[in-house]
């Protein structure tokens, strides 16, 4: 039986939802003549598990930082829960619930597993500036043990960051991530670098995250991103090439001839 077929990118991306948590209109971002991204498209509905996919090159972690402010898009809008925060910095954006994962770790190594994630909890809260310690029943302190139980770490609750394995580190900046009130969340190639047996159990914690928290993930490896995702955007050349369900793209000839058969990874 034959694939379904796909509409472009412009057809399937170019509606604005009223219920959309991201949207992208023309965004570019050039570096000099170079176009690292170029009059990209996107809508992210609320609570949406979109996969962003591509070989080395494609754009995608370009585009990234200019969703979370790191970059600020050469032209083009973006919207966040239907504002406009084309121009906002990083942190403004986090207070409106945006978060994101990065390639490379950014744990304190010193610290036991509790404490990032107290600290994660406090620095989005209210009393972020306050220099007490937490008292007995603190509700930063039990939020903290929701989310190590969630990303399942509780046995190494007091382990230092340093002694972790590689995959329990990545599990550790998931809950990071899920600290605060995130409403969008950005996953940067979580896998990269995880054994199989850690693969499965990353499936596991992106599937069974909390409904209402969208999320899109860049990822290398198919088999985790056409799992967790509902939805994917081939991007190539910093321009979105395909956009459809995870078998329209994993049966699409062009997309395999190009990505998934090319071995250009």
């Known amino acids: 039986m034959s694939a379904p077929a796909m509409a472009s990118a412009p057809e399937r991306l170019g509606s604005v939802s009223t219920d959309s948590a991201l949207e992208l209109r023309g965004v570019t971002k050039l570096f000099g003549a170079l176009a690292a991204i170029s009059d990209v498209t996107m809508t992210v509905r609320s609570g949406e598990r979109r996969a962003v996919l591509g070989s080395n090159g494609a754009g995608k972690t370009t585009l990234f930082n200019c969703v979370t402010g790191d970059f600020l898009p050469t032209s083009g809008t973006i919207r966040l829960f239907g504002e406009d925060v084309t121009r906002f910095p990083a942190y403004e954006r986090v207070r409106r619930g945006l978060r994101r994962t990065y390639q490379i770790s950014l744990l304190f190594g010193g610290l036991t597993v509790a404490d990032n994630v107290y600290l994660a909890?406090?620095?989005?809260?209210?009393?972020?500036?306050?220099?007490?310690?937490?008292?007995?029943?603190?509700?930063?302190?039990?939020?903290?043990?929701?989310?190590?139980?969630?990303?399942?770490?509780?046995?190494?609750?007091?382990?230092?960051?340093?002694?972790?394995?590689?995959?329990?580190?990545?599990?550790?900046?998931?809950?990071?991530?899920?600290?605060?009130?995130?409403?969008?969340?950005?996953?940067?190639?979580?896998?990269?670098?995880?054994?199989?047996?850690?693969?499965?159990?990353?499936?596991?914690?992106?599937?069974?995250?909390?409904?209402?928290?969208?999320?899109?993930?860049?990822?290398?490896?198919?088999?985790?991103?056409?799992?967790?995702?509902?939805?994917?955007?081939?991007?190539?050349?910093?321009?979105?090439?395909?956009?459809?369900?995870?078998?329209?793209?994993?049966?699409?000839?062009?997309?395999?001839?190009?990505?998934?058969?090319?071995?250009?990874?």
């Open 121 to 265: 909890c406090r620095g989005v809260s209210r009393g972020r500036y306050s220099m007490l310690r937490p008292r007995r029943g603190d509700a930063l302190v039990q939020r903290a043990k929701e989310l190590i139980a969630a990303v399942n770490l509780t046995e190494v609750t007091t382990t230092p960051v340093s002694e972790l394995s590689y995959g329990q580190q990545r599990q550790l900046e998931i809950a990071l991530a899920l600290a605060g009130a995130p409403r969008l969340i950005l996953f940067d190639e979580p896998a990269a670098g995880l054994s199989p047996t850690e693969r499965v159990e990353l499936i596991r914690i992106l599937t069974d995250m909390p409904g209402h928290i969208g999320y899109i993930i860049i990822e290398h490896d198919m088999d985790v991103a056409l799992r967790v995702a509902e939805s994917v955007t081939m991007m190539h050349n910093g321009r979105v090439f395909k956009e459809g369900t995870p078998e329209e793209i994993e049966n699409d000839p062009e997309v395999q001839a190009l990505y998934l058969g090319g071995g250009d990874e």
